[in-house]
């Protein structure tokens, strides 16, 4: 099992960059696939991106890509989100989420544990 626990969420302005942090706990990180979700009010999660278990490899949302990187640190249990360029339709609560299953995982229900959250707000 694993606890997750995202930071790093705040208000920024339209074209600004935040960076949000998951920090794992538990000593098997690197089994796991790590993602990144979104939820705005009165709206469905939405996937955001999702990185290998090496950092290999990550696909990302055809909404943020070319805007938004994962990236993870095995040793220190992080995996991160960086966004550049942020919009006011960016905003929403961030998850991450690790997952056990193989493959490119974009589903939530794909996802075995997930964090608590964090608000990003991009204000026009």
């Known amino acids: 099992q694993v606890q997750l626990v995202e930071s790093g969420g705040g208000l920024v302005q339209s074209g600004g960059s935040l960076r949000l942090s998951c920090a794992a706990s538990?000593?098997?990180?690197?089994?796991?696939?790590m993602g990144w979700f979104r939820q705005a009010p009165g709206k469905e999660r939405e996937f955001v991106g999702t990185?290998?278990?090496?950092?290999?490899?990550?696909f990302y949302a055809d909404s943020v890509k070319g805007r938004f990187t994962i990236s993870r640190d095995n040793a220190e249990n992080t995996v991160f989100l960086f966004m550049n360029n942020l919009k006011p339709e960016d905003t929403a609560v961030y998850y991450c989420?690790?997952?056990?299953?193989?493959?490119?995982?974009?589903?939530?229900?794909?996802?075995?544990?997930w964090g608590q959250g964090t608000q990003v707000t991009v204000s026009s």
């Open positions: 538990g000593r098997t990180f690197s089994s796991y696939r």
């Open positions: 990185i290998s278990r090496s950092a290999s490899s990550a």
């Open positions: 989420a690790a997952g056990l299953s193989f493959g490119v995982l974009t589903r939530a229900a794909q996802y075995d544990y």
